[in-house]
């Protein structure tokens, strides 16, 4: 992922471990989606006379929960750089930094 914005310039991490709360979004996406599946089988499972068989839930499960986190990942750095820009604004050096590093 770039380390600046190529329209502002802004720095997108700013300060070391910054990117814990992406961590957090992708987490709580990759749990929402298990739910949701594991809910679809139960409701599957509770409707059906003679059963679901198991292992296709497992397969599918095993595989959000493996391929969510990575395909999601930057979406979820985007959306923390938004959350964070609204709950904590640049500071006046930041935005000289930005402006100084403004893609022309």
């Known amino acids: 992922m770039a380390e600046r914005c190529p329209r502002c310039g802004m720095r997108f ?5 910054f990117f814990l709360g992406a961590y957090v979004v992708n987490f709580a996406v990759t749990e929402g989606l298990l739910l949701v599946l594991l809910m679809a089988y139960v409701l599957v499972q509770a409707n059906a006379s003679d059963g679901v068989p198991v292992l296709p839930v497992v397969l599918a499960t095993v595989s959000a929960a493996v391929l969510m986190p990575l395909v999601f990942y930057p979406v979820s ?3 923390w750089v938004a959350v964070e820009l609204v709950m904590r604004p640049l500071e006046i050096d930041e935005e000289l930094d930005a402006d100084a590093h403004r893609a022309v």
């Open 13 to 17: 991490e700013r300060e070391e471990g």
């Open 77 to 79: 750095r985007t959306i």
